[in-house]
Nanobody, 123 residues
Framework: QVQLVESGGGLVQAGGSLRLSCTAS????????MGWFRQTPGKEREFVAT????????YYTDSVKGRFTISRDNAKNTGYLQMNSLKPEDTAGYYC????????????????WGQGTQVTVSS
């Protein structure tokens, strides 16, 4: 079993930056792809970014391309989401997830999920 814990969320002004972390315990994540999703109240959870197990392949949703960067440090069993030039529409609960399959934008492909961390961007 894998437990994922997100951290790094908070309140930031538009144009600011945050770095989210996702630390895994229970099993090494070096063989798992990781993803970040976000959700606002009343809406479905949406894909943000994903990274392959070795960090060589990344995909982003169009709305964050050029602003967000997904990365990982397998030695620390941790994944990251660097978020720059934040906008009010980025406000959401952010969730990390892990999958034994390859990097994916599909929520159903993921086996493990964290509890989420809130990001609020003020205008």
């Amino acid at each position: 079993q894998v437990q994922l814990v997100e951290s790094g969320g908070g309140l930031v002004q538009a144009g600011g930056s945050l770095r989210l972390s996702c630390t895994a315990s229970g099993r090494a994540l070096s063989s798992s792809a990781m993803g970040w999703f976000r959700q606002t109240p009343g809406k479905e959870r949406e894909f943000v970014a994903t990274i392959s197990s070795r960090g060589t392949i990344t995909y982003y949703t169009d709305s964050v391309k050029g602003r967000f960067t997904i990365s990982r440090d397998n030695a620390k069993n941790t994944g990251y989401l660097q978020m720059n030039s934040l906008k009010p529409e980025d406000t959401a609960g952010y969730y990390c997830a892990a999958t034994s399959r390859g990097p994916s934008w599909l929520e159903r492909e993921y086996d493990y999920w964290g509890q989420g961390t809130q990001v609020t961007v003020s205008s």
